[in-house]
């Protein structure tokens, strides 16, 4: 596995031992440094083996393999032209794109970009589901397309920061921005801040795959569409396995798999918006939801504004009323919750504001669409 995906390729090793454990042993040999404590494994095109798991092989590496017959599966979505390759087991980046553009709308945002490079598959397949989903609501994207990947290693970071430099501070803001994947962000984020855009109050950016090392060492916090590592990882043992017991299984197959959901950071935690009493309305929101809720009547007197005023105010600029709003921002909060896993039903009940956990799982049911249960477990 390439270096640079370690970080959200991770979760595949947990999907890995999940199969293993259910009564399919294997032994696994992986390249991880570890600082000269163990001796080094090198998995290329003279390994040997009963299988492979990898992550964008060389055309060299393949035709070797192929030639030992050991069978393999793809854990990329890239393929290279004309080579038998493996069969895959991939992010569903159609349906990752879809649920960006579900996330941004959401946000009440009219102007949308996408960060594209045209020279990789998965970010055509992630752009093709948000500008479907974005058209099916009405909007148009534009498409800022910085072929990274062709650019010579030596020259690829400085390059890639002056095009998008270059090329988002022509953005008109608010304007929702989602990026082909964390990384695209980060650079994003970085341009946009040379360009003088607030990051998110004047572009919200989204990325894919929850890289716990880009997300979490950005300024702001990346938000990011989650990888489904482990279920992926769980597959491809799968997968792997049944061609190792001697199924031959088509070098086309591909089997998709939905992402588990976004995790919401502070990249697109604030969107300063036209009318600037929705935007201090919406700030309003997102402080009360932590420690309860807030009315629709007290939200018009703390923004000074009458009650009717406030909610033409919010049909203009989110296409909702300011109680559809403070019930999905509470419900994205309480969901937020549920995903980390840590805390019991009740407590995330009192401290939202409810008076026990039946409380909280109707209004969940009613907003979501979905149980808390449900919730938690995707």
């Not at 072929?147 to 929702?176: D, E, I, V, W, Y």
Request: net charge positive.
């Amino acid at each position: 596995m390439a270096d640079w995906a370690q970080g959200f390729g991770y979760r595949l090793f947990g999907g890995i031992l999940d199969y293993i454990r259910s009564g399919h042993p294997m032994t696994l040999e992986f390249e991880q440094p570890s600082g000269g404590d163990l001796p080094p494994v090198r998995i290329s095109r003279g390994w040997k083996g009963d299988g492979l798991l990898v992550f964008r092989p060389r055309a060299d590496e393949l035709a070797a393999w192929k030639k030992l017959g050991i069978p393999g599966v793809n854990l990329s979505t890239e393929q290279i032209p004309g080579t038998a390759g493996f069969p895959r087991v991939t992010l569903d980046n159609r349906r990752a794109g879809e649920m960006a553009a579900d996330h941004l709308l959401a946000m009440g945002l009219r102007n949308f970009a996408y960060l594209h490079d045209s020279n990789r598959f998965y970010a055509a397949e992630r752009l093709a589901g948000f500008r479907d989903r974005l058209a099916a609501a009405g909007f148009g994207v534009e498409v800022i397309d910085i072929p990274a990947s062709t650019f010579k290693p030596s020259q690829r970071a400085n390059q890639f920061h002056r095009m998008a430099c270059h090329r988002l501070s022509a953005l008109k803001p608010p304007c929702g921005l989602f990026a082909k994947d964390d990384i695209a962000a980060v650079v994003a984020i970085r341009a946009l801040r040379q360009a003088g855009r607030r990051v998110p109050e004047d572009v919200p950016v989204l990325g894919v795959a929850d890289d716990i090392v880009y997300c979490l060492a950005t300024t702001p916090p990346l938000s990011s569409i989650r990888f489904p590592g482990r279920a992926v990882g769980h597959e491809a043992a799968r997968l792997l396995d049944r061609q190792m017991g001697g199924e031959r299984i088509d070098a086309r197959e591909r089997i998709q798999i939905p992402p588990r959901g976004i995790v919401r950071r502070e990249s697109t935690g604030r969107v300063e918006y036209p009318d600037p009493v929705v935007t201090r309305a919406i700030a309003t929101i997102g402080e009360r939801i932590k420690t309860g809720t807030v009315a629709a009547g007290d939200l018009a007197r703390l923004a000074g504004v009458p009650r009717e005023s406030l909610r033409l105010r919010f049909q203009e600029t989110l296409g909702r009323s300011p109680k559809q709003e403070i019930d999905r921002l509470r419900a994205e909060h309480i969901g937020e919750q549920l995903r980390r896993g840590v805390e019991p039903l009740e407590q995330i009940a009192e401290a939202c504001g409810f008076g026990g956990s039946d409380d909280l799982c109707r209004f969940f049911k009613r907003v979501k669409g979905c149980t808390a249960g449900e919730w938690r477990r995707r």
